[in-house]
């Protein structure tokens, strides 16, 4: 896998082919995100982590899941503790989308119908570059990595009851997502000393012994 993306890195940089196109500017990104998910019919998979060259928010997102377009995302720790990105989560699952979050993740991704992606070459915002990619090995390679995060991924949102109670709920995910605990406190809207409290009253009631083993448990019992 490394060597398809760093052969992605290297077509794109050199402009080569009919395969990958070389965008400039945020606005120009922003036009081909809108682009990419107007012209979806099927699916629409992302990977999602910061900077944000526009906005946290997609707001077309919800349109398209009203027509049936599904959409799979994985996301790195570090977006939840961007002010309003988890309540923004919370709201497109709401609506269907299917979330997920892997700590680590270093690439932002986006992949419409399995035919079309879109990726920042850098996260460096002052200088915006993207490739838009069509059909080609380097798109399946794209694709094959992004089946790879989200088999690794853990959910950020299950359906159905809750047998540890909402609350609890979101701090097990909070804390299997990788976040310190001062993130986690700012996210649920709780003080620093209330979340640590609670976090080892959920361990206990638990019986794990660590965060990690609190994430096991929890998903082996499906609630996460």
Known sequence: MATEL????????????????????????????????????????????????????????????????????????EALEWPGVLGDIRELVHHGEQARVLPGLKVKLAIADRRLALMPLSLDLTDVRAA????????????AYWEMCWRQATPLDAPGEDPIGEEDRQLLILLVSGLKDEAIARQLGWSVRTMRRRMSRLLESLGAANRFQAGVIAARSGWL
């Open 132 to 143: 838009v990619i069509r059909p080609s090995a380097l798109l399946d390679a794209l694709i």
């Open 6 to 77: 760093t052969e992605l890195f290297a077509a794109a940089q050199n402009g080569a082919g009919d395969e990958v196109e070389i965008t400039t500017g945020s606005d120009e990104l922003g036009r081909w995100f809108v682009r990419l998910q107007q012209e979806a019919r099927k699916e629409v998979i992302t990977l999602d982590r910061p900077p944000y060259a526009l906005t946290t928010s997609n707001p077309l997102e919800a349109a398209a899941l009203a027509r049936g377009v599904v959409y799979r995302s994985v996301y790195a720790p």
